[in-house]
């Protein structure tokens, strides 16, 4: 276990416990005011709802240091650009291995890990269930999609609430931004942002 991975835990140890630990960077999850030890708290797209925050845990593929770029490691059904110009269609974007430097799960990796870990650690959910469930919600029933000429690309997003499964308070949220490309429609980026796609 390493010292991220640690303070992480400890963080988390805190919020539940109703500690409010120091944020470590801009955009970190929100500290919620809890009563007890005992609140459960889950990341949910739908708070009135009886689903668990990861209820249908998705299988990740590996990406190897040798691994082909264009890998999938998770395909995301994905809904139509209504009431965006250009209209893309509803079907599926993939999550392949992609590269560090510009898409896809190593890019996610390199660059929005930590913002996804300390998402995570305030429900004690993995990293990559809290990822997986953000990306899912946001491009199967997006709140909002924007289209970014500059960079040829659609942005979902959709807000995803944070509840105490023991009161059932919303006591916080966050915006999943997942970034698609419109010609090949794969995910270059996922980002749990405090906002919606602009």
């Keep these: 276990m390493n010292v991220r991975s640690v303070a992480y835990a400890v963080s988390a140890c805190l919020l539940m416990a109703g500690v ?8 970190a999850a929100p500290t919620p005011a809890t009563g007890t030890t005992n609140d459960q708290l889950v990341w949910q797209a739908d708070p009135a709802a009886s689903q668990q925050s990861f209820a249908a845990l ?4 590996a990406c190897g240091v040798t691994t082909s770029s264009t890998k999938i490691v998770r395909a995301f059904s994905r809904a139509a650009t209504a009431g965006v110009t250009p209209y893309t269609s509803s079907g599926t974007s993939n999550l392949a291995c992609g590269t560090a430097a510009s898409w896809g799960y190593r890019h996610i990796v390199a660059n929005h890990l ?5 998402r995570a650690a305030v429900a004690s959910e993995s990293w990559r269930d809290t990822a997986d469930y953000g990306i899912e919600w946001a491009l199967k029933d997006p709140d909002r999609v924007t289209y970014r000429s500059k960079n040829d690309t659609y942005c979902f997003s959709r807000k995803i609430n944070l509840v105490n ?5 919303v006591v916080g949220a966050y915006y999943p931004n997942v970034v698609v490309a419109r010609g090949t429609k794969n995910i270059i980026t996922a980002i749990p942002a405090s906002s ?3």
């Excluded at 998705?58 to 593929?61: E, K, Q, T």
């Excluded at 930590?114 to 300390?118: D, G, L, T, V, Y």
């Design 114 to 118: 930590s913002q996804w870990e300390a």
């Design 58 to 61: 998705a299988v990740w593929a």
């Design 165 to 169: 499964k023991r009161t059932n308070q």
């Design 196 to 198: 919606q796609c602009t």
């Design 20 to 27: 409010a630990a120091p944020p470590s960077q801009a955009g």
